[in-house]
Every structure is written in C-alpha cells, then in structure tokens.
C-alpha cells in the first residue's frame, strides 16, 4: 500500500510570508500527526488531527494551524515566517491515533528554508 | 513536563558488535514508548512499540526494554550491520488528557565495515 505522501519536498519562503504543507495519510487512516524537527530543539509535536478534529497541540504558538479533510489528508499553515521556522516538518498517520498505542508511519518530510 | 534524553548523542562501533542504546524519561506516567530509526534527510521508521503494561519487545536482531519505574528503556542491537547506520530515537507518549508524543534527540549510529 502506498506511504504517507507529504508535498512539497523542498521549499523557500522569506520572513512575513506564509505556508502550507500538504500530507496524505495511508488509506484507511484516520489520524495526522504533525511535527517539527530543528537541529537546535530536535523533534517537537505540533498537533494531532483525527476524523477532521484537532484532537490536541503541542506548545507553538498560534501562527502554525493546520486542518483535516473528510478523506483525512491534512494541511499545516505557517502564517507570518520567521527564520526560525526553517525546519524539517514531518506528518505522520496511524489508523487510531496517538491515543490508541498504534505505530506511525511517518512521511519523508517537508522542508522549509526561510530566507 | 516529560523531558526525554537519549545517550550516547554519537556511536561509532565495528561491524559484527553488539550495542546498546540508552533512553530515558522524566515521568514515568507514560502510555507507551517508540524506538524510530532516521536516515538522513529522510523521515522516521518505526522500529519498536513498547506498551506500558510490557517490559520488552523483540524484533529480529532488535530488543527493546522498558522499565517505566526508573524511567528507563534500551534497545539492544545484536551483530550490527553497515546498513544500521542512522540515527535512533526514542519517544514517550504521555500526558493525560494533554498528551503528546515527547522525543529524545536521538542517537546517531554508524557501524563501520
């Protein structure tokens, strides 16, 4: 079955602008995952969607956003970039959850450099 | 607030030797605990899911251990390979009702042939 598919790979944006990331979760799952990785802070949770619902976040503030569709591909929205947004930022999609103990499947992730 | 540490940060070993990574955590209240492996500039593989109800877990040459009242976990690799090279990362799913899935900032491997 196919993997979870986030687009783009790569990306370039300057301060102020903003940005949405794109992830497909394996069919049949019903959970996104989001996460931000930094060299500086290593891997940090950003939210969980599941079923359309924000089911909880991690502590950023409220310019990262993110949404769920009915066939539970999911956005993230990075409004108002700052340089220390640049980062690698992972989805992952699990069929219960984070809640029910189930393994990730992460994507290959998105990667933002900020300008 | 969960805190994750994995150590050591860097690992150099000979091909064919047994090793062991360290992860631990500040609350043991955990749900559950993930070893994932990362190749670089690639995202994570899960490799192990350690219920916390479960003490070990074993998949192929790869053991896993919990022992959530010293907040501790290892994962054993057994005859290490080239191809085990990448960076290993344990993270903690914890919280209550405010859960998150908390990392360690990970192990980097390289098993030299």
């Known amino acids: 079955k196919a993997g979870v598919t986030q687009t783009p790979r790569y990306l370039i944006k300057t301060r102020g602008q903003q940005v949405t990331l794109s992830c497909s979760p394996i069919?049949?799952?019903?959970?996104v995952s989001w996460y931000q990785q930094t060299p500086g802070q290593g891997l940090q949770f950003l939210f969980e969607?599941?079923?359309?619902?924000?089911?909880n976040k991690g502590n950023f503030p409220g310019r990262f956003s993110g949404r769920q569709f009915s066939n539970s591909r999911s956005e993230m929205n990075v409004s108002t970039l700052e340089l220390g947004d640049s980062a690698l930022y992972l989805c992952?999609?699990?069929?219960?959850?984070?809640?029910?103990?189930?393994?990730?499947?992460f994507g290959a992730g998105s990667r933002l450099t900020v300008l | 607030k969960q805190e994750v540490t994995q150590i050591p940060a860097a690992l150099s070993v000979p091909e064919g030797e047994n090793l062991v990574l360290n992860c631990s955590f500040t609350?043991?209240?955990?749900?559950?605990l993930q070893w994932f492996r990362q190749d670089p500039g690639k995202g994570l593989t899960s490799l192990l899911l350690?219920?916390?109800?479960?003490r070990e877990q074993t998949s192929g040459r790869l053991n896993a251990s919990l022992d959530k009242s010293s907040g501790r976990s290892t994962l054993y690799i057994a005859a290490s390979q080239p191809g085990d090279s990448a960076t290993y990362l344990c993270?903690?799913?914890?919280?209550?009702?405010?859960?998150?899935?908390?990392f360690g900032k990970g192990t980097l491997l390289t098993v030299n042939p």
């Open positions: 069919s049949g799952h019903r959970s």
């Open positions: 609350d043991s209240a955990i749900y559950n």
């Open positions: 969607y599941f079923s359309e619902t924000q089911r």
């Open positions: 992952a999609s699990s069929l219960l959850g984070l809640s029910g103990a189930n393994v990730l499947t």
């Open positions: 350690i219920q916390s109800s479960q």
């Open positions: 993270a903690v799913f914890s919280g209550g009702s405010n859960y998150k899935l908390t």
